[in-house]
Protein backbone atom coordinates (compact mmCIF):
# COMPACT_ATOMS: atom_id res chain seq x y z
CA UNK A 1 0.00 0.00 0.00
CA UNK A 2 1.12 3.42 -1.31
CA UNK A 3 2.12 6.05 1.80
CA UNK A 4 1.62 9.81 1.29
CA UNK A 5 3.21 11.85 4.00
CA UNK A 6 2.31 9.11 6.11
CA UNK A 7 -0.63 8.39 4.85
CA UNK A 8 -1.86 5.32 3.71
CA UNK A 9 -3.72 5.54 0.13
CA UNK A 10 -6.30 2.71 -1.06
CA UNK A 11 -5.99 1.92 -4.64
CA UNK A 12 -9.61 1.29 -5.24
CA UNK A 13 -11.68 4.50 -4.27
CA UNK A 14 -14.94 1.51 -3.50
CA UNK A 15 -12.77 0.60 -0.83
CA UNK A 16 -11.63 3.93 1.13
CA UNK A 17 -13.28 4.38 4.27
CA UNK A 18 -14.27 7.79 5.22
CA UNK A 19 -11.45 10.20 5.49
CA UNK A 20 -9.05 7.90 4.05
CA UNK A 21 -6.61 8.65 0.69
CA UNK A 22 -7.48 6.63 -2.21
CA UNK A 23 -6.22 6.96 -5.88
CA UNK A 24 -8.58 7.80 -8.63
CA UNK A 25 -8.84 6.44 -12.21
CA UNK A 26 -7.41 9.72 -13.49
CA UNK A 27 -4.55 9.35 -11.51
CA UNK A 28 -4.66 11.66 -8.64
CA UNK A 29 -5.26 11.21 -4.85
CA UNK A 30 -8.68 12.00 -3.13
CA UNK A 31 -10.15 11.75 0.34
CA UNK A 32 -12.98 9.97 0.70
CA UNK A 33 -15.77 12.19 2.64
CA UNK A 34 -13.50 15.08 1.73
CA UNK A 35 -12.58 15.09 5.75
CA UNK A 36 -9.52 13.83 6.52
CA UNK A 37 -10.18 10.97 9.94
CA UNK A 38 -8.26 12.46 13.19
CA UNK A 39 -8.82 10.31 15.97
CA UNK A 40 -10.23 11.26 19.17
CA UNK A 41 -12.01 14.65 17.76
CA UNK A 42 -15.64 12.85 17.02
CA UNK A 43 -18.53 12.94 19.07
CA UNK A 44 -20.79 10.08 18.91
CA UNK A 45 -23.89 10.18 16.52
CA UNK A 46 -26.84 12.46 17.38
CA UNK A 47 -30.36 10.86 17.60
CA UNK A 48 -32.42 12.24 14.59
CA UNK A 49 -36.07 13.76 15.96
CA UNK A 50 -38.83 12.47 13.88
CA UNK A 51 -39.35 14.89 11.47
CA UNK A 52 -35.85 14.33 9.98
CA UNK A 53 -36.68 10.63 8.19
CA UNK A 54 -36.40 10.55 4.64
CA UNK A 55 -37.67 7.65 2.30
CA UNK A 56 -35.58 5.14 1.86
CA UNK A 57 -33.74 5.59 -2.16
CA UNK A 58 -35.80 2.37 -3.37
CA UNK A 59 -38.07 2.17 -6.41
CA UNK A 60 -38.37 1.54 -9.95
CA UNK A 61 -37.58 5.69 -10.89
CA UNK A 62 -34.63 5.68 -8.48
CA UNK A 63 -32.83 2.58 -10.41
CA UNK A 64 -33.57 4.15 -13.78
CA UNK A 65 -31.75 7.43 -12.85
CA UNK A 66 -29.48 5.35 -11.63
CA UNK A 67 -28.20 3.31 -14.32
CA UNK A 68 -28.62 6.61 -16.26
CA UNK A 69 -26.07 8.46 -14.50
CA UNK A 70 -23.47 5.76 -14.22
CA UNK A 71 -23.97 4.97 -18.19
CA UNK A 72 -23.23 8.49 -19.16
CA UNK A 73 -20.26 8.62 -16.32
CA UNK A 74 -21.73 11.80 -14.79
CA UNK A 75 -22.02 12.42 -10.95
CA UNK A 76 -24.66 13.42 -9.03
CA UNK A 77 -24.30 15.63 -6.13
CA UNK A 78 -27.22 13.41 -4.32
CA UNK A 79 -24.82 10.53 -4.38
CA UNK A 80 -21.66 12.44 -3.75
CA UNK A 81 -23.10 14.87 -0.55
CA UNK A 82 -24.97 11.82 0.61
CA UNK A 83 -28.66 14.06 0.60
CA UNK A 84 -31.44 12.52 2.14
CA UNK A 85 -33.91 13.19 -0.68
CA UNK A 86 -32.06 11.02 -2.99
CA UNK A 87 -34.85 8.86 -3.13
CA UNK A 88 -37.43 10.74 -3.34
CA UNK A 89 -35.96 13.25 -6.28
CA UNK A 90 -34.75 10.35 -8.24
CA UNK A 91 -38.06 8.39 -8.23
CA UNK A 92 -40.02 11.51 -9.89
CA UNK A 93 -37.03 11.38 -12.31
CA UNK A 94 -34.89 13.97 -11.35
CA UNK A 95 -31.42 14.67 -10.55
CA UNK A 96 -28.62 17.42 -9.60
CA UNK A 97 -25.61 16.78 -11.88
CA UNK A 98 -22.02 17.71 -10.92
CA UNK A 99 -20.01 18.85 -12.96
CA UNK A 100 -16.00 18.50 -13.67
CA UNK A 101 -15.75 15.31 -11.73
CA UNK A 102 -16.70 14.26 -8.05
CA UNK A 103 -13.72 15.42 -6.25
CA UNK A 104 -13.72 19.03 -5.25
CA UNK A 105 -10.38 21.48 -4.08
CA UNK A 106 -12.13 22.60 -1.18
CA UNK A 107 -12.64 21.00 1.70
CA UNK A 108 -15.67 22.49 3.52
CA UNK A 109 -16.04 20.86 6.95
CA UNK A 110 -19.93 20.56 6.54
CA UNK A 111 -19.49 19.00 2.94
CA UNK A 112 -18.83 15.04 1.96
CA UNK A 113 -18.07 15.69 -1.36
CA UNK A 114 -14.17 13.90 -1.68
CA UNK A 115 -11.51 16.57 -1.64
CA UNK A 116 -7.91 16.53 -3.88
CA UNK A 117 -6.47 17.90 -6.67
CA UNK A 118 -7.35 16.99 -10.21
CA UNK A 119 -4.56 18.85 -11.92
CA UNK A 120 -6.76 20.35 -14.69
CA UNK A 121 -8.51 16.63 -15.84
CA UNK A 122 -11.88 17.18 -17.48
CA UNK A 123 -13.96 14.99 -19.06
CA UNK A 124 -14.24 16.06 -22.06
CA UNK A 125 -17.12 13.97 -23.24
CA UNK A 126 -19.18 15.75 -20.32
CA UNK A 127 -21.41 18.06 -21.76
CA UNK A 128 -22.65 16.07 -24.55
CA UNK A 129 -23.19 13.42 -21.57
CA UNK A 130 -25.00 15.56 -19.56
CA UNK A 131 -27.24 16.82 -22.93
CA UNK A 132 -28.27 13.48 -23.02
CA UNK A 133 -28.94 12.34 -19.60
CA UNK A 134 -31.33 15.70 -19.26
CA UNK A 135 -32.45 14.15 -22.92
CA UNK A 136 -33.32 10.50 -21.75
CA UNK A 137 -35.23 11.69 -18.29
CA UNK A 138 -37.08 14.18 -19.88
CA UNK A 139 -36.71 17.21 -17.75
CA UNK A 140 -38.21 20.38 -18.33
CA UNK A 141 -36.27 22.09 -15.39
CA UNK A 142 -32.42 21.02 -14.40
CA UNK A 143 -29.94 22.01 -11.45
CA UNK A 144 -26.64 21.98 -12.46
CA UNK A 145 -23.62 22.27 -9.77
CA UNK A 146 -20.14 21.72 -9.83
CA UNK A 147 -17.49 20.75 -7.51
CA UNK A 148 -14.51 23.77 -6.72
CA UNK A 149 -12.11 23.60 -9.35
CA UNK A 150 -9.44 25.67 -8.00
CA UNK A 151 -6.63 23.44 -9.98
CA UNK A 152 -8.35 25.33 -13.16
CA UNK A 153 -7.20 29.03 -14.55
CA UNK A 154 -10.86 30.07 -14.90
CA UNK A 155 -12.04 27.93 -12.04
CA UNK A 156 -13.86 25.81 -14.91
CA UNK A 157 -16.37 28.38 -16.07
CA UNK A 158 -15.83 27.59 -19.65
CA UNK A 159 -16.31 23.71 -19.33
CA UNK A 160 -19.80 24.79 -17.08
CA UNK A 161 -21.12 26.59 -19.99
CA UNK A 162 -19.91 24.34 -22.55
CA UNK A 163 -22.41 22.15 -20.33
CA UNK A 164 -25.18 24.54 -20.43
CA UNK A 165 -25.01 25.12 -24.05
CA UNK A 166 -25.14 21.22 -24.90
CA UNK A 167 -28.21 20.68 -22.81
CA UNK A 168 -29.87 23.58 -24.64
CA UNK A 169 -29.10 22.98 -27.82
CA UNK A 170 -30.38 19.39 -27.49
CA UNK A 171 -33.14 20.32 -25.12
CA UNK A 172 -34.53 23.63 -25.91
CA UNK A 173 -37.39 23.40 -23.81
CA UNK A 174 -35.56 22.88 -20.68
CA UNK A 175 -34.55 25.43 -18.06
CA UNK A 176 -31.72 25.66 -16.67
CA UNK A 177 -30.15 26.53 -12.91
CA UNK A 178 -27.05 26.54 -12.31
CA UNK A 179 -25.58 26.11 -8.93
CA UNK A 180 -21.75 27.44 -9.12
CA UNK A 181 -19.04 27.78 -7.17
CA UNK A 182 -17.54 30.92 -6.17
CA UNK A 183 -14.83 31.40 -9.15
CA UNK A 184 -13.04 32.96 -6.51
CA UNK A 185 -14.73 36.23 -6.80
CA UNK A 186 -13.34 36.33 -10.99
CA UNK A 187 -16.04 38.32 -12.78
CA UNK A 188 -15.35 37.04 -16.45
CA UNK A 189 -15.33 33.64 -15.40
CA UNK A 190 -19.03 34.29 -13.68
CA UNK A 191 -20.21 36.41 -17.00
CA UNK A 192 -19.04 33.11 -19.06
CA UNK A 193 -21.87 30.80 -17.30
CA UNK A 194 -24.33 33.75 -16.89
CA UNK A 195 -24.45 34.26 -20.45
CA UNK A 196 -24.48 30.51 -21.17
CA UNK A 197 -27.98 30.48 -21.13
CA UNK A 198 -29.17 29.73 -17.42
CA UNK A 199 -32.69 31.01 -16.20
CA UNK A 200 -31.12 30.94 -12.47
CA UNK A 201 -27.85 31.59 -11.08
CA UNK A 202 -27.29 30.56 -7.55
CA UNK A 203 -24.24 30.72 -5.02
CA UNK A 204 -24.73 29.03 -1.59
CA UNK A 205 -24.07 31.49 1.41
CA UNK A 206 -24.37 28.13 3.27
CA UNK A 207 -24.26 30.10 6.73
CA UNK A 208 -23.57 33.35 8.94
CA UNK A 209 -20.69 35.24 8.46
CA UNK A 210 -19.45 34.82 11.95
CA UNK A 211 -19.27 30.94 11.40
CA UNK A 212 -17.84 30.68 7.90
CA UNK A 213 -14.56 29.44 8.78
CA UNK A 214 -14.34 26.98 10.16
CA UNK A 215 -17.78 25.94 8.46
CA UNK A 216 -16.68 26.18 4.34
CA UNK A 217 -13.10 26.60 3.17
CA UNK A 218 -10.30 29.46 3.95
CA UNK A 219 -10.94 30.33 0.01
CA UNK A 220 -14.57 30.41 0.70
CA UNK A 221 -16.00 33.62 2.19
CA UNK A 222 -19.00 35.21 3.30
CA UNK A 223 -18.34 38.26 1.38
CA UNK A 224 -17.19 36.79 -2.49
CA UNK A 225 -20.28 35.10 -2.40
CA UNK A 226 -22.34 38.17 -2.05
CA UNK A 227 -19.83 39.75 -4.68
CA UNK A 228 -20.69 36.70 -7.04
CA UNK A 229 -24.23 37.29 -6.58
CA UNK A 230 -24.51 40.79 -7.14
CA UNK A 231 -22.59 40.84 -9.69
CA UNK A 232 -24.71 37.95 -11.68
CA UNK A 233 -27.29 40.09 -10.97
CA UNK A 234 -25.67 43.48 -11.85
CA UNK A 235 -24.57 41.95 -15.37
CA UNK A 236 -28.01 40.34 -16.28
CA UNK A 237 -31.04 42.04 -14.44
CA UNK A 238 -33.57 39.58 -15.51
CA UNK A 239 -31.68 36.44 -14.54
CA UNK A 240 -33.14 34.97 -11.06
CA UNK A 241 -30.39 34.95 -8.15
CA UNK A 242 -31.20 32.10 -5.65
CA UNK A 243 -28.71 31.14 -2.65
CA UNK A 244 -28.72 29.05 0.45
CA UNK A 245 -28.21 29.00 3.84
CA UNK A 246 -28.13 25.67 6.37
CA UNK A 247 -29.29 26.11 10.06
CA UNK A 248 -27.94 23.92 13.16
CA UNK A 249 -24.31 25.16 13.12
CA UNK A 250 -24.29 27.63 16.05
CA UNK A 251 -26.18 30.40 14.69
CA UNK A 252 -28.35 32.98 16.31
CA UNK A 253 -32.05 34.68 14.89
CA UNK A 254 -30.24 37.87 14.59
CA UNK A 255 -27.70 36.55 12.82
CA UNK A 256 -30.12 34.84 10.56
CA UNK A 257 -31.29 37.99 9.91
CA UNK A 258 -28.70 40.13 9.30
CA UNK A 259 -28.06 36.99 6.18
CA UNK A 260 -31.53 37.47 4.59
CA UNK A 261 -30.72 41.26 4.25
CA UNK A 262 -27.35 41.36 3.25
CA UNK A 263 -28.88 38.34 0.17
CA UNK A 264 -31.44 40.71 -0.45
CA UNK A 265 -29.28 43.77 -0.79
CA UNK A 266 -26.99 41.67 -3.15
CA UNK A 267 -30.10 41.33 -4.90
CA UNK A 268 -31.31 37.34 -3.96
CA UNK A 269 -34.50 36.81 -5.11
CA UNK A 270 -34.89 32.85 -4.42
CA UNK A 271 -34.02 31.45 -0.52
CA UNK A 272 -33.29 27.90 0.68
CA UNK A 273 -33.53 27.35 4.03
CA UNK A 274 -32.93 23.53 5.63
CA UNK A 275 -31.43 21.54 8.42
CA UNK A 276 -27.44 20.91 8.68
CA UNK A 277 -27.04 17.16 8.85
CA UNK A 278 -23.55 15.91 10.02
CA UNK A 279 -22.50 13.21 6.66
CA UNK A 280 -19.43 11.62 9.07
CA UNK A 281 -18.43 11.70 12.75
CA UNK A 282 -15.35 13.33 10.65
CA UNK A 283 -17.44 16.63 10.20
CA UNK A 284 -18.50 19.43 12.42
CA UNK A 285 -21.53 18.66 14.83
CA UNK A 286 -25.28 19.63 14.96
CA UNK A 287 -25.26 22.01 17.20
CA UNK A 288 -29.08 22.60 16.94
CA UNK A 289 -32.32 20.77 15.46
CA UNK A 290 -34.67 23.60 14.16
CA UNK A 291 -38.17 22.34 13.85
CA UNK A 292 -40.82 22.41 11.23
CA UNK A 293 -42.71 25.39 13.45
CA UNK A 294 -39.30 27.29 13.12
CA UNK A 295 -38.61 26.98 9.61
CA UNK A 296 -42.16 28.53 9.04
CA UNK A 297 -41.44 31.25 11.01
CA UNK A 298 -37.94 31.65 8.95
CA UNK A 299 -39.58 31.32 5.89
CA UNK A 300 -42.17 34.25 6.84
CA UNK A 301 -39.28 36.43 7.77
CA UNK A 302 -37.63 35.81 4.30
CA UNK A 303 -40.47 36.60 2.53
CA UNK A 304 -41.09 39.51 4.60
CA UNK A 305 -37.81 40.52 4.02
CA UNK A 306 -38.72 40.50 -0.03
CA UNK A 307 -37.41 37.42 -1.58
CA UNK A 308 -39.73 36.18 -4.26
CA UNK A 309 -39.81 32.69 -2.56
CA UNK A 310 -37.92 31.00 0.23
CA UNK A 311 -38.31 26.98 -0.09
CA UNK A 312 -37.37 26.27 3.89
CA UNK A 313 -37.80 22.64 5.80
CA UNK A 314 -35.73 20.27 7.58
CA UNK A 315 -34.70 18.54 4.48
CA UNK A 316 -34.77 21.09 2.15
CA UNK A 317 -31.35 21.31 -0.13
CA UNK A 318 -30.54 24.11 -2.29
CA UNK A 319 -32.14 21.97 -5.13
CA UNK A 320 -34.66 20.66 -3.89
CA UNK A 321 -37.96 20.69 -5.96
CA UNK A 322 -36.38 23.97 -7.64
CA UNK A 323 -38.28 23.57 -10.05
CA UNK A 324 -41.26 24.55 -7.95
CA UNK A 325 -39.41 27.44 -6.57
CA UNK A 326 -41.56 30.19 -8.07
CA UNK A 327 -44.94 28.73 -7.22
CA UNK A 328 -44.60 30.58 -3.83
CA UNK A 329 -45.94 27.39 -1.81
CA UNK A 330 -43.22 26.31 -0.16
CA UNK A 331 -42.40 23.82 -2.76
CA UNK A 332 -45.48 21.96 -1.77
CA UNK A 333 -43.81 21.40 1.36
CA UNK A 334 -46.25 21.39 4.55
CA UNK A 335 -44.02 21.48 7.77
CA UNK A 336 -46.96 21.22 10.16
CA UNK A 337 -47.73 17.40 9.10
CA UNK A 338 -43.80 16.52 9.68
CA UNK A 339 -43.92 17.84 13.06
CA UNK A 340 -47.25 15.87 13.61
Not at 71 to 83: F, G, I, N, S
Not at 295 to 301: G, Q
Request: glycine share 8%; with cysteine; hydrophobic share 45%.
Amino acid sequence: MAQLKGIAIVTQAAVARSGEKYLTPQGFTAVRDGIKAVPGVARPPTRLPPWLKARAPLGEGFRHTRALVKEHRLATVCEEAKCPNIGECWNAGTATLMLMGAVCTRACRFCAVDTGNPHGWLDAAEPDNAARTVELLGLRYVVLTSVDRDDLADGGAAHYAACVRAIKARNPATAVEALTPDFRGDERAIATVVDSGIEVFAQNIETVERLTHPVRDPRAGYQQTLAVLRYAKAHRAALLTKSSLMLGLGESDAEISATLADLRAAGVDILTLGQYLRPTLNHLPVERFVTPAQFDCYRAAALAAGFLECVSGPLVRSSYRAEQALKRNNAGLDNRALAG
